[in-house]
């Protein structure tokens, strides 16, 4: 019969479930996440089912990654809603601990990551990287997790964890998970809320570009310049702003001379209505 699932507040309430799975030899799977879960996070814990006996969800909208004007305050909060899909998709706890009880008073260690956070989001987002790395870290060396999933929505954001990973000898395995999209093929993502009606039409312009940046890649394109140049258009004529879009390899985020010539990841971000959204594409060589 399946146990109910268990909600954590603390660090000292995540030590004992986590001595529990340990002592009862059950291999801990987290999937971190800042809540406001949609069916990309469930398809984290479903996955996550696959790899471990204990999946350990962490629902907290972490202060440290999110820039000064960003959107911290109106971030999209409902953890009675996100308990019940976390449970329904397989959760066997939830860790959900408030800001102070993860920066108590006096805090003040933090990870950085080199060039890889600094390039693509890590231009109009300078701290960003920085605030996930330490968040994660924190989650990672509390569980006592064995696996991690991420979702390749995010990227960067894999990349610099796998570095991360890397460099500090973290013995946690990653795993990366496919792109849950909406039937239109806009990726879902918590801040997708924050649309307007002409927003939500308008943000449909972001994976249609990347979509042609890839059909012509397909087609054996691989001047970078003529595969990116229809994407600022595309989507100015749909009435977004582009942040960036770039190609560049797809293991580590190297840049490219004139043309790609390995597999690449075409990574972009555009603003709609005041709402920045992220999309990428794998191109594989
Ligand atoms: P977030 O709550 O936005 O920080 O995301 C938590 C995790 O869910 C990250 O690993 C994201 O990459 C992943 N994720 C978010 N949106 C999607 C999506 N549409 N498909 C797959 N994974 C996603």
């Not at 911290?72 to 953890?79: E, G, I, Q």
């Not at 231009?123 to 991690?148: N, Q, W, Y």
């Amino acid at each position: 019969m399946a146990t109910r699932m268990k909600i954590l507040r603390t660090i000292a309430d995540l030590y004992a479930w986590r001595s529990a799975q340990k002592e009862a030899h059950r291999p801990i799977a987290l999937v971190p996440t800042m809540g406001a879960l949609h069916e990309g996070h469930l398809s984290l814990i479903r996955r996550a089912k696959q790899e471990a006996d204990a999946i350990l969800v962490s629902i907290f909208v972490n202060p440290i990654q999110f820039g000064p004007k960003e959107d911290l305050d109106k971030y999209p909060r409902d953890f009675e809603g996100d308990c019940k899909k976390a449970e329904s998709a397989g959760a066997s706890a939830v860790f959900a601990p408030t800001p102070e009880e993860m920066y108590p008073e006096g805090f003040q260690t933090h990870v950085s990551v080199g060039p890889l956070s600094e390039c693509l989001c890590g231009k109009s987002r300078p701290t960003h990287f920085g605030g996930v790395c330490t968040v994660v870290l924190k989650l990672f060396l509390a569980s006592g997790c064995d696996i991690a999933l991420f979702g390749q929505k995010d990227y960067q954001q894999y990349q610099v964890i796998t570095r991360m990973v890397k460099d500090l000898h973290v013995p946690v395995k990653l795993i990366s998970c496919p792109i849950v999209r909406e039937a239109d093929g806009l990726a879902l993502s918590s801040r997708n809320t924050y649309l307007t009606a002409d927003a939500r039409k308008a943000a449909l312009s972001l994976p249609r570009a990347l979509d042609a940046v890839a059909d012509a890649w397909s087609k054996g394109e691989r001047n970078l310049k003529v595969l990116l140049q229809p994407v600022g258009d595309a989507i100015a004529k749909a009435g977004g702003r582009l942040d960036y879009a770039e190609i560049r390899t797809a293991e580590g985020l190297k840049e490219f001379g004139e043309k790609a010539d390995c597999d690449a990841v075409l990574a972009a971000a555009a603003v709609f209505d005041g709402v920045r959204l992220i999309d990428n594409r794998l191109l594989r060589f």
